[in-house]
């Protein structure tokens, strides 16, 4: 098995022309009468280092952009997380207020309709009523303002991956126009005579 010169992936001569991993091409050169010039072997292992470096390079800002896709990842699952609690903390003490009131109108009721106060027992203690009352209008402020903060912050991590996506396809792009011109100028000599 011979090893692409610039990613050193394995593969098999002459059954692939261009390397499955960087596209880098693979050919071997005709055989020339009298041989290949040294000086055309020099630029040519120039040409072969400067491909190796410019993949490296790629490599290492691909690996980077995946650990901050990963980073931004853990942040927007504990986001989630930490929303999820707030919904839930925010049914309960919905169901628990409106549990309250059911049992406030039920009494009122039976005072609209007649009943004696002296029969009617207070389920609940009224003095409780109003502080729960207060803690949970406090408590939907602070959900409403903890959401805006979550929405705000999640906003702001699906600008940044966006701008690391932006960022990694530029790369690509240089990549490729790179391979492609080396790719071209390595054809044009091969067909030159």
């Known amino acids: 098995m011979a090893k692409c010169p610039v990613c050193e992936t394995e593969y098999t001569?002459?059954?692939?022309?261009?390397?499955?991993?960087?596209?880098?091409?693979?050919?071997?050169?005709?055989?020339i009468i009298g041989g290949i010039p040294s000086g055309f072997w020099e630029k040519e292992k120039?040409?072969?280092?400067?491909?190796?470096?410019?993949?490296?390079?790629?490599q290492s800002q691909v690996e980077s952009a995946q650990l901050?896709?990963?980073h931004l990842q853990s942040q927007?699952?504990?986001?989630?997380?930490?929303?999820?609690?707030?919904t839930e903390s925010s049914n309960q003490q919905s169901a628990d207020?409106?549990?309250?009131?059911?049992?406030?109108?039920?009494?009122?009721?039976?005072?609209?309709?007649?009943?004696?106060?002296?029969?009617?027992?207070?389920?609940i203690n009224v003095s409780k009523i109003f502080p729960q009352?207060?803690?949970?209008?406090?408590?939907?402020?602070?959900?409403?303002?903890?959401?805006?903060?979550?929405?705000?912050?999640s906003k702001n991590i699906v600008l940044s991956t966006l701008g690391i996506i932006r960022t990694l396809l530029k790369i690509v792009i240089q990549i490729l126009a790179g391979f492609l011109r080396f790719i071209l100028f390595r054809f044009r000599n091969k067909n030159r005579p």
């Open 133 to 153: 009352i207060a803690i949970l209008i406090n408590s939907e402020s602070q959900l409403k303002s903890d959401l805006g903060r979550l929405l705000l912050y």
């Open 76 to 86: 927007l699952d504990e986001m989630t997380r930490k929303i999820d609690g707030f």
């Open 13 to 31: 001569p002459n059954e692939v022309e261009t390397c499955s991993v960087c596209g880098y091409d693979l050919t071997p050169y005709p055989p």
């Open 46 to 58: 120039k040409r072969i280092a400067a491909a190796k470096r410019v993949w490296q390079l790629s």
């Open 68 to 70: 901050m896709v990963s």
């Open 97 to 123: 207020f409106k549990q309250q009131l059911e049992t406030i109108f039920k009494s009122l009721n039976n005072l609209n309709n007649g009943n004696n106060i002296r029969n009617i027992k207070p389920p």
